[in-house]
């Protein structure tokens, strides 16, 4: 059986299509990944949290509870913004945060399709951090908007960069200023205030993406934009990355302007998120449950982190330049000028192991010597294979030290 069969687009099918597919082609960066999925390629280019983490055994025992606690409840049709134990959970972790401006969402991914939904007519500007989480591209291209990307350096986005775009006039701003997907990056407190105080001036709405938030591998923390501007910030959480992907569930945090506009939003696109699954999940999260599993996360991703570093020191030496992420699970890395990171990527799939480049980050042109490393999934031995195969494609390339 095929699961999968893939079938090109006729003419007269393409012609049935709307106008805002038309951003929704496969990119080539794609097809060469796909490949990855086949044969013997060990891949540092998804981004699939650590699946050991997952806890199966809880989620079981959470699952009971809910059912036997209110299980009619838990399989009823429910409020389009959630239940509301967990928004009441949701707005206790946030300073300024009130529980009637939580909805709960299928993944934060749908919560950056709601947002773009209902403040995007095509052609609007959007600022966007360069490069920037390619799913939120995906998530807005539909609404077919006009990116203006804002450069960033190791402190995050640079705010003379936002001020000349956001004086052009934009929607929205969309940034990740916690373990940033692709770059790994945090923002410095001086650059979140920075950031916020540029906004204000230009009346700007912050939509602010936060899944790697808790994954801090020190113990330095600065306040979320939202703490910084209640009143300007969309602030995107989601269980993905501390509990498991697959409950698809995270929470928008909007401004109260916005609350009735996006609650409207999301009963059209699917009535409400599951209420069997907010109810098992609630379980999972409610009486610091979640606080709890922290700790093993943030030394987990660690010291995948640092056995990565160590084994691409290794292997490429000074071939491969990179910033040690803070926190996260990405590994941003810079070849050497010149070098294209979708050439090498074909060169790396030949030799057994993939990346994401960097292009693929970026709206339109971005930086080609770029690329995204995940250390989320290999073990140790994963890591020293995968960069022994690494070093072998860079010879391969033509990469010299
Ligand atoms: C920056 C960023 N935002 C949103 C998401 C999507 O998260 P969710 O699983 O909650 O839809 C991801 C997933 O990789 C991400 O990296």
Not at 96 to 113: C, F, K, M, N, P
Not at 130 to 156: H, I, K, Q, S, T
Not at 235 to 261: C, F, M, N, Y
Not at 335 to 343: C, F, I, K, W
Request: aromatic share 8%; hydrophobic share 40%; charged share 25%.
């Amino acid at each position: 059986m095929t699961l999968a069969p893939t079938v090109p687009m006729d003419e007269v099918w393409a012609k049935r299509l709307a106008n805002r597919t038309h951003r929704m082609r496969p990119s080539a960066i794609r097809e060469i990944l796909k490949l990855t999925s086949q044969g013997d390629v060990l891949s540092l280019a998804g981004g699939l949290p650590a699946g050991e983490l997952f806890p199966v055994a809880e989620v079981a025992r959470a699952t009971e509870r809910a059912l036997s606690l209110n299980g009619v409840r838990a399989l009823q049709y429910g409020p389009s913004n959630g239940l509301p134990e967990l928004r009441e959970w949701v707005a206790g972790k946030r300073k300024g945060a009130e529980a009637y401006r939580v909805l709960i969402t299928s993944g934060s991914q749908q919560g950056l399709d709601l947002i773009a939904k209902v403040l995007l007519d095509p052609g609007d500007n959007v600022a966007i951090s360069a490069p920037a989480y390619m799913g939120a591209l995906r998530a807005f291209d539909p609404y077919e908007p006009n990116y203006l990307p804002v450069d960033m350096d190791e402190e995050g986005i640079v705010p003379a960069a936002l001020e000349t775009v956001l004086a052009q006039g934009v929607k929205f701003l969309y940034v990740v200023p916690d373990f940033d997907n692709p770059s790994g990056r945090r923002a410095s407190l001086e650059r979140r205030q920075a950031i916020v105080e540029v906004c204000d001036r230009y009346g700007t709405l912050i939509v602010e993406d936060a899944p790697y938030r808790e994954l801090r591998f020190d113990d330095t923390i600065y306040p979320p934009l939202f703490e910084l501007a209640p009143d300007r910030v969309v602030h995107l959480g989601t269980l993905s990355k501390t509990l498991a992907p697959g409950l698809r569930l995270a929470w928008l945090l909007l401004p109260e302007q916005l609350v009735d506009i996006v609650e409207q939003a999301k009963q059209a696109m699917d009535l409400h998120t599951s209420t069997f699954g907010q109810s098992v999940a609630y379980e999972l999260v409610k009486d610091g449950a979640l606080e709890k599993r922290y700790p093993a996360l943030r030394e987990h991703y660690r010291s995948q982190r640092d056995v990565l570093v160590e084994k691409l020191h290794g292997a490429l030496g000074d071939r491969l330049q990179f910033e040690v992420p803070p926190g996260g699970m990405f590994l941003w890395a810079t070849l050497p000028e010149g070098v294209d990171a979708t050439d090498l990527l074909r060169v790396a799939v030949e030799h057994g192991v993939a990346f994401v480049p960097g292009q693929s980050f970026y709206p339109r042109e971005g930086k080609l010597n770029t690329l995204r490393l995940s250390f989320s999934l290999l073990d140790e031995d994963g890591f020293t294979e995968a960069t022994k195969r690494l070093a072998a494609a860079f010879d391969a390339y033509g990469i010299r030290g």
